[in-house]
């Protein structure tokens, strides 16, 4: 079946501008989970949803960057007035609602800011 | 707080050598462990979890709780095993998953 899918696969935004990146998870797949990974990193975690509510957003670093999941399957990161420090890939992924059960990831959004 | 380290950003090992990517972790508790691998131009995709006690791929990892260590290996290397390794950890199971910084495997020819 369909994997994890996120659009779009390259952004090159310029400072100041503002962004979406998409996600569109595993049909059935009620957790959807957002990471950050910066050149020379490792996945940094952003924010988790379980259905339409961010059950832990801990990982956003400032108030510029915003998620939501209005029906509990797409969801959209938000970041406004970009930072050149913001670019990364940026990863989605999504998990049955099993307990437990493995974070499938979509191959990531390439965000480049100038 | 919890955390990751793999030591090494490179390890280079020659086809047919063993294999042993280095992974400790901090947490008082008794975290999930994971081994994730992205191989060029593909997506990150889930190796193996202690919790399974299997081997993939030829590779195992055992949780040593004592030295806080969870070491991939593999007796013999292949080139297709070129790629990026990361080790990571889950809290509790619903939890987001924290990775290392990732050491890249070399197998030379």
């Known amino acids: 079946g369909a994997g994890v899918s996120q659009t779009p696969s390259n952004k090159v935004t310029e400072k100041g501008k503002y962004v979406e990146l998409r996600c569109d998870p595993i049909?059935?797949?009620?957790?959807l989970y957002w990471y950050r990974q910066s050149l020379g990193q490792g996945p940094e975690f952003l924010i988790y949803?379980?259905?339409?509510?961010?059950?832990?957003d801990s990982g956003l670093p400032n108030d510029r960057f915003f998620a939501v999941r209005p029906e509990g399957s797409v969801s959209t990161l938000k970041i406004q007035r970009t930072e050149r420090g913001d670019s990364a890939v940026y990863l989605c992924?999504?998990?049955?609602?099993?307990?437990?059960?493995?974070?499938?990831f979509g191959p990531g959004t390439r965000l480049t800011v100038t | 707080a919890q955390r990751v380290t793999q030591p090494e950003k490179l390890l280079s090992v020659f086809k047919g050598a063993p294999v042993e990517l280095k992974c400790n972790y901090s947490?008082?508790?008794?975290?999930?462990l994971f081994w994730y691998v992205q191989y060029s131009r593909q997506r990150l995709q889930l190796l193996l979890r202690?919790?399974s006690r299997e081997s993939i791929k030829g590779f195992t990892a055992d949780l040593n709780k004592g030295e806080t260590s969870f070491h991939l290996k593999k007796p013999f290397a292949q080139e297709e095993d070129s790629a990026m390794y990361y080790c990571?950890?889950?809290?509790?199971?619903?939890?987001?998953?924290?990775f290392g910084k990732g050491t890249r495997l070399h197998i030379l020819p």
């Open positions: 049909s059935g797949h009620t957790a």
């Open positions: 990571a950890l889950r809290v509790n199971r619903d939890d987001k998953i924290i």
């Open positions: 947490y008082s508790g008794s975290p999930e």
């Open positions: 202690h919790i």
């Open positions: 992924a999504s998990r049955y609602s099993g307990t437990g059960g493995e974070q499938y």
């Open positions: 949803f379980q259905g339409t509510g961010a059950a832990d």
